[in-house]
């Protein structure tokens, strides 16, 4: 039963670097999301795709790219690292954005330093 | 001033006694309220969830809200040394109910002593 499945789980990135968190969830689910969870920020919103098809803006987007590139997956790009990216990150799914459908299932997190 | 707010703790209580952890937040108008556990190194899982003033019981877990007050409890009852973790308040700022308007707190730590 593997849910949400998110890699790499920890990776180390010189400052300008590129990568590409990769996502996938087998629930079924309509809506996915990627999260950054900072010591004292809490968990944010990076950026949220609704439906298939469709991508959006959250809370922190600056400094992240990301593809919705089918209804199973979700990936999320950093053009150029930054040592103020160093975070975990969650990669998240629910079956829609709809009150009904609204729990958030998270995967097990992808451990960034960037230096 | 935050969208949702909590004491980061710790928190600590003996084995066997009631754990109450709280949880203010800013929008009246919000409707959609979640308690997620989070144990260390690892990703949050959903304890609760409520929608309606008052009490909701799941087993030793009771979640309580008060919407005139803006405010959202958890209590845990029989605390167990398993139920050392952080737990993160969560909450739909404003009307919209969909999870990308989902707020978090940075979470309260609770630590169980035998």
């Known amino acids: 039963n593997a849910g949400v499945t998110q890699t790499p789980k920890f990776q180390v990135l010189k400052t300008g670097q590129s990568m590409t968190l990769q996502c996938a969830q087998d629930m079924n689910h309509n809506s996915m999301y990627w999260y950054r969870q900072d010591p004292g920020m809490g968990l944010r919103l990076i950026y949220y795709?609704?439906?298939?098809?469709?991508?959006d803006k959250g809370e922190v987007p600056n400094g992240y790219n990301v593809s919705r590139l089918n209804k199973r997956e979700f990936s999320l790009r950093l053009e150029s690292a930054a040592p103020s990216q160093t975070s975990v990150y969650f990669c998240?799914?629910?079956?829609?954005?709809?009150?009904?459908?609204?729990?958030?299932?998270f995967g097990e997190g992808s451990w960034l330093t960037v230096v | 001033q935050k969208e949702v707010e909590q004491n980061s703790g710790p928190l600590s209580v003996p084995e066997g006694a009631i754990a109450s952890l709280n949880c203010t937040y800013s929008d009246r108008v919000s409707q959609s309220f979640f308690w997620y556990r989070q144990y260390s190194g690892k990703s949050p899982e959903l304890i609760m969830s409520i929608y309606s003033n008052g009490d909701k019981e799941d087993g030793r877990f009771t979640a309580q809200l008060n919407k005139a007050s803006q405010y959202v409890s958890l209590l845990i009852r029989d605390s167990q040394p398993s139920d050392s973790a952080t737990y993160l308040c969560?909450?739909?700022?404003?009307?919209?109910?969909?999870?990308?308007?989902?707020?978090f707190g940075t979470g309260t730590r609770l630590t169980v002593i035998p």
């Open positions: 998240a799914s629910s079956l829609s954005t709809g009150q009904s459908g609204n729990t958030i299932y």
């Open positions: 969560a909450v739909n700022i404003g009307d919209q109910t969909g999870a990308n308007n989902l707020f």
């Open positions: 795709s609704a439906s298939e098809g469709t991508t």
